[in-house]
T-cell receptor, first 111, second 115 residues
Framework: KQEVTQIPAALSVPEGENLVLNCSFT??????LQWFRQDPGKGLTSLLL?????REQTSGRLNASLDKSSGRSTLYIAASQPGDSATYLC??????????FGTGTRLLVSP | GAGVSQSPSNKVTEKGKDVELRCDPI?????LYWYRQSLGQGLEFLIY????????KSGLPSDRFSAERTGGSVSTLTIQRTQQEDSAVYLC?????????????FGDGTRLSIL
C-alpha cells in the first residue's frame, strides 16, 4: 500500500527566505507526482506535475524535483512571500488510479 | 465554467438525513474523482469515473455512499442516513483524461457538517 509522508508538518519563516518542503513515498512505481497548495476553506490548486521520467519541473519561484528510485520529492520555494502561506500537499499517482496524498505541510510566511 | 464547480459550498444537516453533493467538472474533461478531507484522515479517494467505463468505487467507506455521473458530465455524491463521522469536506476533481499524464483540477469542495 502506497504511503506518502511530508516533512515538516508545519513551517514558519520570515519573508524572503528560500525554503524546501519534503515528500516521501513508499512505492516507487508511480507515474507522476503532483504538488498542490490549499488555502483555508478552499480546494486544491495544482502547482506542478512531474512525470516519472522527469527529474524536475519549474514554475516561477517554484521548483519541484523527483527522485523516483529513492521515493522522494522536494518543493523549493525561492524568495518566499506572505502570499505563499498555505498548506502544501504532494500526491502520487499510478496509472488510472486515484491520487494518494501526503499529510501536508502548513507554511506560514511572516512579513 | 472555467473551473470545477461544487454545490452547495456548505451543508449542515441532522444525523440520519440523506444528502446530495453536486460536482460540475471542467467542460470536456472525461475523468472525474471524488475525495474526502477530514481532520485526522487527510485526503482520501472515494470514487473515480472515466467516460462510459464502470466507476472505480474502491474508496467508498460504506454502502451508505453512492455516486453517479449523468451524461458523462455532472456527478452527484449521495450519502444516506448520515452519521457524525461523515462530517468532512468533499472535494471533486476532473482531468482531461484518466491517464497518467494529466493533472487533476479541484473544486472548492462542499463542507458537510452532521449535527
Amino acid at each position: 500500500k502506497q504511503e506518502v509522508t511530508q516533512i515538516p508538518a508545519a513551517l514558519s519563516v520570515p519573508e524572503g527566505e528560500n525554503l524546501v518542503l519534503n515528500c516521501s513515498f513508499t512505492d516507487s512505481a508511480i507515474y507522476n507526482l503532483q504538488w498542490f497548495r490549499q488555502d483555508p476553506g478552499k480546494g486544491l490548486t495544482s502547482l506542478l506535475l512531474i512525470q516519472s521520467s522527469q527529474r524536475e519541473q519549474t514554475s516561477g519561484r517554484l521548483n519541484a524535483s523527483l527522485d523516483k528510485s529513492s521515493g522522494r520529492s522536494t518543493l523549493y520555494i525561492a524568495a518566499s512571500q506572505p502570499g505563499d502561506s498555505a498548506t502544501y500537499l504532494c500526491a502520487v499517482r499510478r496509472g488510472f488510479q486515484k491520487l494518494v496524498f501526503g499529510t501536508g505541510t502548513r507554511l506560514l510566511v511572516s512579513p | 465554467g472555467a473551473g470545477v464547480s461544487q454545490s452547495p459550498s456548505n451543508k449542515v444537516t441532522e444525523k440520519g438525513k440523506d444528502v446530495e453533493l453536486r460536482c460540475d467538472p471542467i467542460s470536456g474533461h472525461t475523468a472525474l474523482y471524488w475525495y474526502r478531507q477530514s481532520l485526522g484522515q487527510g485526503l482520501e479517494f472515494l470514487i473515480y469515473f472515466q467516460g462510459n467505463s464502470a466507476p472505480d468505487k474502491s474508496g467508498l467507506p460504506s454502502d451508505r455512499f453512492s455516486a453517479e455521473r449523468t451524461g458523462g458530465s455532472v456527478s452527484t455524491l449521495t450519502i444516506q442516513r448520515t452519521q457524525q463521522e461523515d462530517s468532512a469536506v468533499y472535494l471533486c476533481a476532473s482531468s482531461s483524461q484518466g491517464g497518467d499524464n494529466q493533472p487533476q483540477h479541484f473544486g472548492d469542495g462542499t463542507r458537510l457538517s452532521i449535527l
